[in-house]
């Protein structure tokens, strides 16, 4: 077939546009076809074009401008850097841009060839990446905490301790330490009935305190040894270690050169032991020279005049003060009085706790906490030839209205015509009330710059619950005194305070408690009953004589010793007078197991007056033992007057004076007489 009449075209060429299934034919318009004007185009910011720079001027390795490119992608990476308005983002992008580049240039081999005079020395110039992976894992492990995710937390932080060196920086090792402790010792969103730290980590803890201790004192650092100190003490009060308190606190106030004079170390009598008849007929006994010495250990009759709300105790020994006039020094010891004041409370050891709340009150008084009560709690850690640690402390406010709650709960003492426990109460409430309302005169809240709105709210909250406590001590006061119209209208207080601030559930447990102390010192015996039970309950007690362990803590160790007390009581009304066949009390099965349930919680490891309550509970439910009855009330009396409680010292006295009624009743009148 000839192809003269239809020649073959040269080049085929295809006139209609490509269509494609997934995205639309793209028409060409006059805008995509012309260039556009350069007067519209926006310059791009020099660090945005810096940072760009090395991206453009890449080439292969073996590209003849291959050493030129990587010249000027370093001059252009710390010309970004030497910027001033540069964000932390792009400081980012140029530190790991100039850390990547300057490893291209080693591995190329310019740093000893010798034919390339800008890459020599480079290897000691070019940045390490470790301190940014140090930040940003803390930051990653604070926002695995935030989120409630605290296990990846201490997980991050426990690998990132392991991972330092000998050559990393102490402040960067400590930091880590310190929010790993954070982490271990706190919750980012505490339930109001939450469990507490189980053994092993506490343990671990104060393991990582330890750890911290070692490393502070290898390095020279004592301001960080210090911190562990009272870091320990903390950690052992907040979590109810007290049998390990004591020594710790010895050894914190010794770092801290805390000296009190060492007869203000009363320590409560041990226990006697009640295995042989002989160490009974030793103890038994109460003299009438065994109350004049009880009653003079604690004859510190208070002044009739109003006393100043933090000023300290008379005595006369000096009172100690801080080694240093530093803000961290300041701070810690503040911290390390607080806890002393409440672990002697705790033991019922009112002359020591007297000496640190003197100390406590004159270091409050000298203004001097953390740069003054404005201050926002911001210290510095120094550490010479190091950058320093900025710690954030408790709040001085906070501090401040903690010397009021601490110095009331010291206070045990309801005698006199404005007894201190009163008037740390009132003053505590005021000074609340004074800094949530803004009043002149109050003191005002300061954060750090960088504090969020979480940090403020905690703040209100912590102020908000010392309010509650004071109420507390409040109206014990009033039901100490008997002055029951103050005690109502204190809990009224109370329970609208902790209703309108949303924590009622927290103290729901010690009003009910409150409110079985009132009905019981009113006569109404049933109501008693009924808010003991509710208290003991609310505070996580199990059923009595259940085979479970013991549940609750100290408020359900005070709702059952007042119970059991109460039920002892109405069993002594009701039952005939006692005879020579029968003097023991006749108590029903119920009553006897809940004098166990008692007698098992109030036990000598208890915070006082836990344990005099005990003796008293033990030498009621022995009745028809005399001697042991004699014995415990005596040992009730030594305990009692050690924590310098008027109150129920009181109590054990009148219950004495009924021991001798019938065997010495001149004895009995004299121990009436020196109630």
């Known amino acids: 077939m000839s192809d003269d009449h239809n020649p073959r075209p040269q080049k085929r060429q295809r ?9 639309p034919p793209v028409v060409p318009t006059s805008s995509s076809t012309s260039p556009q004007p350069l007067s519209t185009l926006q310059p791009l910011p020099p660090p945005v074009l810096l940072l760009a720079l ?12 291959y050493p030129l490119s990587l010249f000027l992608s370093l001059r252009s990476l710390r010309t970004c850097l030497e910027l001033k308005t540069l964000t932390p983002d792009l400081e980012c992008r140029a530190w790991i841009g100039l850390a990547e580049v300057g490893l291209r240039v080693i591995n190329s081999g310019f740093t000893v060839s010798g034919e390339h005079a800008w890459a020599n020395g480079i290897e000691a110039e070019h940045p390490s990446l470790r301190p940014f992976r140090h930040r940003l894992t803390l930051l990653n492990a604070q926002f695995a905490f935030q989120s409630n995710n605290s296990k990846y937390a201490r997980a991050l932080l426990r690998r990132l301790i392991a991972s330092f060196m000998s050559s990393d920086s102490p402040t960067i090792v400590y930091t880590a330490h310190l929010a790993l402790i954070t982490h271990m010792t706190s919750t980012p ?34 301001a960080v040894a210090d911190l562990t100190t009272v870091l320990r003490v903390r950690v052992l009060v907040g979590n109810g270690l007290w049998d390990l308190v004591g020594d710790a606190l010895l050894d914190a106030e010794k770092a801290m050169q805390l000296v009190f004079a060492a007869g203000e170390e009363n320590v409560p009598p041990e226990k006697a032991k009640q295995n042989t008849a002989d160490a009974l007929v030793r103890s038994y006994s109460i003299t009438a020279q065994d109350v004049h010495d009880n009653a003079s250990s604690q004859s510190q009759s208070q002044p009739n ?50 000496a ?25 850690i120094p550490l010479p030839g190091h950058e320093s640690i900025f710690l954030q402390t408790t709040h001085p406010h906070i501090l401040f209205l903690l010397t009021f709650l601490v110095s009331a709960v010291a206070k045990r003492d309801p005698v006199s015509r404005r007894p201190k426990k009163r008037v740390f109460s009132e003053c ?60 109502e209208s204190h809990l009224a207080t109370m329970i609208a305070h902790t209703r ?22 009113l006569g109404d015996t049933e109501r008693a009953g009924t808010c003991y039970h509710v208290a003991a309950h609310l505070d996580g007690a199990g059923p009595v004589g259940s085979s479970v362990a013991l549940g609750g803590g100290f408020i359900a160790a005070a709702a059952r010793a007042g119970e059991a007390l109460l039920r002892i009581g109405l069993a002594a009304v009701h039952s005939p007078a006692p005879s020579a066949e029968q003097t023991n009390l006749q108590l029903d099965a119920a009553t006897t197991a809940l004098i166990k349930d008692a007698l098992a919680r109030c036990s000598s490891g208890a915070s006082a007056p836990l344990p005099a309550l005990g003796e008293l509970i033990a030498a009621a439910f022995a009745r028809s033992h005399i001697i042991r009855s004699k014995s415990l009330l005596k040992h009730a009396l030594e305990l009692l007057s050690a924590a310098a409680d008027n109150h129920l010292r009181a109590l054990v006295l009148a219950v004495v004076g009924a021991q001798y009624v019938y065997t010495a009743p001149a004895h009995a009148m004299e121990v009436f007489r020196d109630m």
């Open 54 to 65: 090395p991206a453009l001027l890449a080439h292969p390795p073996g590209h003849e401008n």
């Open 500 to 521: 309108t601030y949303d924590f009622f559930p927290a103290y729901s447990a010690r009003i009910s408690l409150l409110h079985a102390h009132l009905a019981h010192a």
């Open 428 to 487: 505590g409430v005021v000074q609340c009330r004074e800094g949530r309302l803004g009043k002149e005169g109050s003191i005002r809240i300061n954060v750090p710059p960088w504090a969020s709105c979480g940090d403020v709210t905690a703040i209100e909250q912590q102020a908000l619950r010392i309010e509650a406590d004071l109420l507390c001590e409040l109206v014990t006061v009033s039901i100490q005194r008997s002055d029951f119209d103050a005690a």
């Open 305 to 354: 005049s109003d006393p100043a709300p933090l000023s300290p105790t008379k005595g006369t020994s000096p009172v100690p003060g801080p080694k240093a006039t530093d803000a961290l020094t300041v701070a810690l010891t503040a911290h390390l009085l607080i806890l002393g004041v409440t672990f002697h409370t705790h033991a019922g050891r009112a002359r020591a706790a007297d």
């Open 189 to 222: 969103c505490p339930a109001p009935n939450s469990a507490a730290p189980s053994t092993p980590e506490v343990q671990a803890t104060l393991t990582t305190i330890t750890t911290l201790s070692n490393l502070a004192a290898q390095s020279g650092h004592p």
């Open 356 to 380: 640190r709340l003197a100390a406590l009150h004159t270091l409050m008084d000298s203004g001097a906490l953390v740069g003054g009560a404005n201050s926002n709690g911001l210290v510095e």
């Open 15 to 23: 006139t209609d546009p490509i269509v494609d299934s997934v995205y």
